[in-house]
């Protein structure tokens, strides 16, 4: 674990992501008070959805509304329910 002072660490950041990136913890501090952490998890950022997954949630949408008669096309979900289907 490697302890870094807040006035050092803003000039030396993008150094500092690579080497959370890699593996280590580093530890900010204030006057030698640890104030925050850096460590290994970096999430990645998420692309923006595409169209289908627009499409997608908004059938999602509309079958969880009590009003939808259908998961899509192909049969009502009364005629499913009649046949033993569901």
Known sequence: MTAVELTEA????AAL???AERGEQITFTRAGRPVAMLGPLILPVAPPP???ALAAFERMI???DRR???LGPGPTIREMIEEGRM
Do not use: H, Q, S, V
């Open 17 to 19: 992501l690579d080497r």
């Open 10 to 13: 803003g000039t030396d950041f």
């Open 50 to 52: 595409g169209p289908e």
């Open 68 to 70: 939808a008669k259908t």
């Open 62 to 64: 509309a079958a969880r």
